[in-house]
């Protein structure tokens, strides 16, 4: 069986890339600007192919891939930082993010953010980019928060995962699978 691919935005040293690959996805290429977080993928993982350009500056549309996932610059959301949310340019980078999946059009989107963005605004933020991923086609399933310490990551931040699916595949989220991982999840400690 052939497997999953991805493309990876704002790949930082790797981190969420390497999950994906751990979980049986392909790394089809990552994208990162900085020089220092490159030096350390090209070490790492000196098979990935490397976009080494501000995502702005790169067309997605003639890429094909099954996921795009991206740690969207998560500064402007975190409770260290002035919560500027979409009023700091670190913030608007959510929007490139939606743009490369609009260009790509992969089955899932995954977008990972700090817990912050859910209260952000009073919740406004978080509204606003579920709004934007269902105008270009995606319905984004319940967001919940995962502490990485539960999966075998030593550290105890509070990662909040956007998860989109294309409207064309159809998954019942309110079905029993899901209210049973969820439950699972949840009573395990996970979510």
């Not at 999953?4 to 996805?25: H, I, P, R």
């Not at 700090?114 to 579920?130: A, C, E, F, P, Q």
């Not at 991923?133 to 319905?139: A, C, N, Q, S, T």
């Not at 909040?160 to 029993?176: A, P």
């Amino acid at each position: 069986m052939e497997k999953f691919t991805v493309v990876e935005l704002f790949a930082g040293a790797g981190g969420l890339a390497l999950g994906l690959e751990n979980a049986g996805l392909k790394t089809k290429f990552l994208n990162e600007i900085d020089k220092d977080c490159i030096k350390t993928l090209k070490k790492n993982r000196p098979d990935w192919k490397i976009i080494n350009s501000d995502v702005k500056d790169v067309n997605f549309s003639e890429i094909e891939s099954d996921v795009v996932s991206g740690g969207f610059p998560c500064q402007a959301f975190s409770y260290a930082g002035k919560k500027l949310g979409l009023e700091d340019a670190r913030g608007t980078l959510f929007y490139e993010f939606a743009r490369v999946v609009k260009e790509v059009q992969p089955a899932i989107c995954i977008g990972e953010n700090v817990r912050g963005l859910l209260s952000h605004d009073k919740g406004k933020t978080l509204k606003g980019m579920i709004s934007i991923l269902d105008e270009i086609g995606y319905k984004v399933v319940p967001v919940e928060v995962l502490k990485a310490i539960n999966f075998r990551v030593p550290q105890k931040r509070e990662r909040l995962i956007l998860v989109g699916v294309r409207k064309d595949i159809d998954i019942n989220y309110e079905s029993e699978i899901f209210k049973n991982l969820f439950s699972y999840l949840k009573f395990n400690n996970l979510l």
